[in-house]
């Protein structure tokens, strides 16, 4: 021991120091990506909203709700048709949520989608959160015939790949599908946003499944309304002969509303609602999430007996959609944008639709 200097580890007086005394404390020097959000809550991380180009006005929507400025990227072409993605602002830290609806073209917009996603991770962004309302290839969730892909299972597997820490979407065609994911996944249903549409004006309703495979979801809308529940029952006896509509459950006289997920070509909306009609429905209108409407859709729907088709804005409607008097769009913005602030706040998101 030199002289006036104790060892390290022991005292002036031979005893033994407690060794964590010796020991500098430090602060930790790396900046903070919190703060408290204007809407309110607990503090935060920092929210970073980036939208690709399948659901602008959506992304924009959603931007207002939130009050929060989108963030800066550009997502474009080359002129090969290669997307091209670039991120102009310091993400590093920040819970960055991307807004794309995989709709048509639906190959286009995943690839889009899942590019944003790698741009972010690789510019060490802390959670991506992929907002995507419409899921595309959500019907292809099962092999229907031998030597057939679970395509639904596949596009999972490329966007958890790609860097997708959460998964927030809107009436998933079968809920089974957020089983495909090892990352959490919100699922949301239309159902508040119904409501307030038709909020006093249900009163000689009648909820009416098309299908069977729907009946939870119309269930669920006609305990919201406090109404009656149908169910059309169809059946073909031999292939490529015309379903055959058996209705469960007395419409004589009543307002139907047909309940479902997504209109794509029309048929069996159109189908459905004359069979209602056939057995002294009063009229029919419906309330369907998705509007695919593809190929002679927004015709049938114009010169079928429907009253109204209510849908919301998770896939634009084509200029033709938008011309049809029948055609209603309600915004799923506000609902979105208050999972976001829910997810970003680490509280509950079933709240929003229980």
């Known amino acids: 021991m030199i002289s006036g200097v104790p060892e390290i580890g022991a005292s002036s007086s031979g005893k033994t120091q407690d060794f964590d005394s010796c020991m500098r404390r430090f602060e930790s020097c790396r900046p903070s990506h919190f703060f408290v959000k ?10 970073l909203l980036f939208g690709g180009n399948s659901n602008i006005p959506l992304v924009e929507k959603i931007s207002k709700h939130l009050n929060i400025p989108q963030a800066d990227a550009m997502v474009s072409q080359f002129s090969d048709g290669e997307t091209r993605v670039e991120i102009k602002q310091n993400v590093r830290g920040a819970d960055v949520y991307v807004v794309q609806p995989t709709c048509a073209p639906a190959n286009h917009h995943i690839m889009e989608a899942l590019i944003i996603v790698d741009a972010c991770k690789r510019a060490s962004a802390k959670n991506i959160t992929l907002v995507s309302p419409y899921f595309g290839y959500g019907r292809q969730e099962r092999k229907s015939a ?29 809920s089974a599908i957020q089983g495909f994911f090892n990352v959490p996944v ?3 249903f239309s159902k508040p946003v ?10 000689n309703t009648i909820v009416v499944s098309p299908d069977a495979g729907g009946v939870e979801r119309a269930r669920a809308m006609a305990k919201q309304f406090n109404c009656g529940l149908a169910i059309i029952d169809k059946r073909r006896d031999k292939p490529n002969e015309s379903a055959v509509m058996h ?24 189908n459905a609602a004359n069979a209602l009609m056939s057995k002294a429905a009063r009229e029919v209108s419906a309330a ?10 927004v ?11 209510v849908v919301t804005d998770s896939i634009p409607l084509s200029k033709e959609a938008e011309s049809c008097s029948k055609v209603v769009q309600v915004s799923i913005s506000g609902l979105l944008a208050d999972a976001i602030k829910r997810i970003n706040n680490q509280s509950s998101v079933s709240s929003l639709f229980i």
């Not at 119904?194 to 009163?203: C, D, N, P, Y």
């Not at 469960?248 to 909306?269: A, E, R």
């Not at 015709?299 to 088709?309: D, F, M, Q, V």
């Open 38 to 47: 204007k809407y309110g809550g607990p503090v935060a991380s920092e929210i």
């Open 146 to 174: 031998p030597r057939t892909p679970i395509t639904a299972k596949l596009v999972a597997e490329l966007m958890e790949a790609a860097g997708v820490t959460r998964l927030l979407t809107l009436e998933l065609h079968n």
């Open 186 to 188: 919100d699922h949301l």
């Open 194 to 203: 119904f409501a307030r549409h038709f909020e006093g004006k249900t009163e």
């Open 247 to 270: 209705i469960i459950g007395d419409v004589s006289g009543k307002d139907c509303l047909i309940v479902d997920d997504i209109v794509d070509t029309g048929g069996s909306l159109v």
């Open 288 to 297: 369907i999430t998705h509007p695919v409407l593809s190929g002679p859709a």
């Open 299 to 309: 015709g049938r729907i114009t010169e079928s007996c429907i009253k109204s088709l």
